[in-house]
């Protein structure tokens, strides 16, 4: 299984990005999908997370300027993130946690960081 995120890049305070992480390989079910972000000297810390029946928790934050959708059918998350400060800055990772086959448990994957800076 593959994760493979994109969208990142600089914008100025105030400004948008959309990030997008599609999952692929061998999956047979998707529970949870989210971001977490890692700022500089910071420890990871969830941003936001959607389930499969389309249940969602945010950050607080975050609340209000971010919006985490998905697409089943696709194993794809999105992270609309508006009214972005500088304090968003961060390397964002987005994970899946699913599994490939009927049985076991699901387990959690990860993409690899796409950096988000917001100039003020």
């Known amino acids: 299984v593959q994760l493979q995120a994109y ?44 389930i499969f029946g389309g249940s969602t928790n945010y950050k607080e934050s975050v609340k209000g300027r971010f919006t985490i959708s998905r697409e089943n059918a696709k194993n794809t998350v999105n ?19 699913l599994k490939q086959s009927s049985r076991g448990s699901p387990a959690f994957y990860w993409g690899q960081g796409t950096e988000v800076t917001v100039s003020s």
């Open 7 to 50: 969208g990142g890049g600089l914008v100025q305070a105030g400004g948008s990005l959309r990030l997008s992480c599609a999952a692929s390989g061998n999956i047979f079910s998707t529970n949870g999908m989210g971001w977490y972000r890692q700022a500089p000297g910071k420890q990871r810390e969830l941003v936001a997370v959607i």
């Open 79 to 97: 992270l609309q993130m508006d009214s972005l400060k500088p304090e968003d800055t961060a390397v964002y990772y987005c994970y899946a946690q």
